[in-house]
């Protein structure tokens, strides 16, 4: 048991601080994934405009 311990305390300090940082960051993109998702439940479907060719225009100019 003690053996243990003394393996995990020298790279836990970093590790666990990349963790934290990682969680805050994945927390941080669900919350807004989550926004987003209401977002577009909320709104109604819009349909989904149609780019115009390049070329078209680049002719008509």
């Not at 970093?14 to 969680?23: A, D, I, K, P, Y």
């Not at 960051?25 to 709104?43: D, F, K, N």
């Amino acid at each position: 048991m003690p053996q243990e311990n003394q393996v995990k305390k020298p790279g836990r300090n970093s590790r666990h601080g990349m963790q934290r940082t990682l969680e805050g960051i994945l927390e941080r993109l669900r919350q807004g994934l989550e926004e987003l998702a209401g977002q577009l439940t909320q709104r109604p479907p819009q349909p989904v405009p149609i780019p115009i060719p390049v070329h078209r225009r680049s002719r008509r100019g």
